[in-house]
């Protein structure tokens, strides 16, 4: 692989299940990036990492998990779906944390 | 009021016009992001910059740091060129890689 991909790349689930995104890089970033992207409200951050062992929270962290144990995968978990999660996940990554971002290619979620 | 606006919100231009996108934020920053979302949804990072300005091939970025302000130039317009840009700010002293996004230029580009 090149670059950043995400899986799946779309999804439909049930409230109340559990859910995790992946996403893994091989350009031996050291930060990553999740965010939500919705109609009217553009971009928001739901968590980064700076480094591979370490996690922040961003702008609408709930509801969701994740954790970084190595430099390349950073998954995201909803531990329990709700409808207001429905949205287009974008996981991004750069070389360090103010650098540019290379965004994955999306995963579009609904939650019925 | 949002930390970043964009103006206009939806831009139609007939091939070949010189196109300008702004963008106007509210904190201080320590750089500066111009993106673009294709149709299809990826999202593809053009420019980072804090002071100055930048070219790639037809697409011009500048920006003003006292004015907190910043404009996206396309020269010679083409088709392909359609696309959502996004002006995204790194709010200085905020968490690291922390954007803050605008709305999103819509552009449309005729033949």
């Known amino acids: 692989i090149a670059g950043i991909t995400q899986a799946p790349t779309s999804q439909i689930l049930a409230a109340g299940r559990r859910m995790t995104l992946r996403c893994t890089q091989d350009m031996r970033h050291n930060a990553m990036y999740w965010y939500r992207q919705d109609l009217g409200l553009g971009l928001r951050l739901i968590h980064y990492?700076?480094?591979?062992?370490?996690?922040g929270k961003g702008e609408v962290p709930d509801g969701y998990s994740v954790s970084r144990a190595n430099t390349d995968d950073f998954p995201l978990t909803l531990a329990s779906a709700v409808p207001s999660q429905t949205s287009v996940y974008f996981c991004a990554s750069s070389d360090r944390g103010w650098g540019e971002q290379f965004f994955g290619p999306g995963t579009r979620l609904t939650v019925l | 009021k949002n930390e970043v606006e964009q103006s206009p919100q939806n831009l139609t231009a007939q091939e070949g016009e010189f196109i300008t996108i702004n963008c106007s934020y509210s904190v201080g920053i320590s750089a500066l992001h111009w993106l673009q979302q294709h149709p299809g949804g990826g999202i593809v990072s053009l420019f980072m910059l804090s002071s100055g300005k930048k070219k790639h091939g037809r697409l011009i970025a500048t920006i003003n740091i006292q004015e907190k302000h910043s404009s996206l130039h396309i020269t010679a317009s083409h088709p392909r060129d359609s696309a959502v840009y996004i002006c995204?700010?790194?709010?200085?002293?905020?968490?690291?890689?922390?954007?803050?996004f605008g709305k999103g230029t819509k552009l449309s580009v005729k033949p």
């Open positions: 995204a700010v790194e709010n200085y002293g905020g968490s690291q890689g922390n954007l803050i």
């Open positions: 990492s700076n480094t591979a062992g370490t996690t």
